[in-house]
């Protein structure tokens, strides 16, 4: 039997789906919803200063007291989270490089505490289209 090209071996994903996270750090960032999934109770945000890996867009997990129908999408959040961090061994990193090249040591979690709107004057903006 001939594997698919596209297939991870077990042992990767074993380790992967299996991934041990320590205990999480409380990070603050400023941003904004970009889309909302109600049915999975996530959001995916784009932050203006990246999380440690260096994304700036990152999906995060609401808690029950936070309503997603509450949230809007493109106005500015200051964004209160949790960053749960599973580090992967050497040798699946190393798959993932060369065989997918894919640069991941690594996987994270991101689940939101607390979030509060911040005013930007953002009704501002629209007398910035007028040419002078």
């Not at 090249?101 to 007398?127: C, H, P, R, T, W």
């Amino acid at each position: 039997m001939v594997k698919k090209k596209d297939e991870i071996p077990d042992w990767v994903s074993d380790e992967i789906q299996n991934a041990k996270f320590k205990k999480p750090e409380e990070l603050k960032r400023t941003g904004y919803v970009l889309e909302l999934y109600d049915s999975d109770n996530k959001i995916d945000t784009q932050l203006y200063d990246p999380v440690e890996d260096g994304r700036h867009i990152v999906t995060m997990d609401l808690p029950k007291k936070i309503k997603i129908g509450e949230l809007e999408k493109g106005v500015v959040y200051e964004f209160t989270f949790d960053q749960y961090k599973a580090p992967l061994s050497k040798k699946v990193s190393e798959y993932l490089e060369k065989e997918k090249e894919i640069e991941m040591n690594a996987i994270y979690q991101f689940e939101l505490k607390s979030l509060e709107l911040l005013d930007v004057g953002s009704n501002e903006s629209a007398d910035d289209d007028t040419e002078e």
